[in-house]
């Protein structure tokens, strides 16, 4: 007769791994544009592209790959639930604070260059991703560690937690993707350049880190029942 256990931990595993892959695609890709095709990055220059540079890098590392690494923590971590749990909050929290400094250097950008703020589809994605990912953690701060609701609020809570976790990554990625069309088109790159193509497979290695996270959080998750 069935356990009902969980089937595909092992699998769940090796996705982490090709999540982890595209990830290191994506920081790869993203470093050779800014560093090669455009001027380097810089929070303090006096050019304004280079600090720019800064934010698509920082909101890379922090709200999708880090932010990612944290929600496969309790995947990937070979360690007691409590040492996943202190490694998920604190990979959370410097997903925040690398989210925080790469909003201030966009901000410091559009001041460096006179222009106004948060106008665009993308920067309206982008505040409501990390005020929300800042309230997710807070709550889950408040729900899971301390005070710490009891055992039956907990469990209430904890499927909520990862839809929203979860749902704040697909935000996230949105946020990049839209990020990388958005400067593509400032940049009024051609349509067979070399730089759009390398854009291009940025993008699309952000979008498959993110769907391999996912993945390896269902393979995780699913039972049989039957
Ligand atoms: C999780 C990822 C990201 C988030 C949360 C995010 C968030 C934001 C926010 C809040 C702004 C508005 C700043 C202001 O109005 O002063 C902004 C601006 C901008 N971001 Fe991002 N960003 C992300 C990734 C990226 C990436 C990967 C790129 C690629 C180059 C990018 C390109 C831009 C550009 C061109 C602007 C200036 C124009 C505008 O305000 O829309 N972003 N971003
Ligand atoms: C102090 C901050 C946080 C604490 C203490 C915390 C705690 C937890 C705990 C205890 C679980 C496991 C629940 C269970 O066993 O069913 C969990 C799962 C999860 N958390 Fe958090 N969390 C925090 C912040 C966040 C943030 C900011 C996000 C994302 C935005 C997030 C996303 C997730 C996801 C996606 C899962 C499901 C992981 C899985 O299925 O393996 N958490 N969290």
Redesign the pocket.
């Known amino acids: 007769m069935d356990s009902g256990g969980p089937v595909y931990v092992g699998s769940s595993f090796r996705v982490t791994v090709v999540a982890r892959v595209f990830g290191i695609l994506a920081v790869i890709l ?1 470093l050779v544009w800014l560093l090669h095709y455009r001027e380097g990055l810089e929070y303090d220059s006096e050019n304004p592209s280079r600090v ?2 800064v ?3 920082l ?2 590392l ?3 790959i880090t932010a990612g690494d944290a929600m496969m923590a309790y995947r990937s971590v070979a360690a007691a639930h409590n040492v996943q749990k202190i490694f998920h909050m604190f990979l959370n929290l410097l997903a925040i604070c690398l ?1 925080i400094i ?2 201030c250097a ?2 410091k ?3 460096m260059i006179k ?13 409501a ?2 005020t929300l990912y800042c309230l997710q953690w807070l709550i889950g701060f408040v729900s899971f560690m301390f005070p710490k609701a009891s055992r039956p609020t907990r469990s209430r809570i904890s499927p909520l937690h990862s839809m929203g976790g979860r749902a704040l990554l697909y ?14 088109t ?1 940049l009024q790159l051609q349509p067979h350049q070399r730089e759009t193509r390398l ?1 291009n497979f ?1 993008g699309l290695s ?1 979008l498959l880190f993110g769907v391999f996270v996912e993945l390896s959080l269902t393979f995780a998750g699913y039972r049989v029942n039957y």
Do not use: Q, R
Request: hydrophobic content about 60%; charged content about 10%.
């Open positions: 993203m720019f540079n934010h698509p890098l909101m890379l922090g709200l999708v989210g790469g909003i966009v901000f950008f559009h001041d222009t106004v703020d948060v106008y665009s589809l993308h920067s309206w994605i982008g505040i991703t990390i935000m996230a990625v949105c946020a990049a993707l839209t990020g990388l069309m958005e400067k593509a400032f854009i940025t952000i």
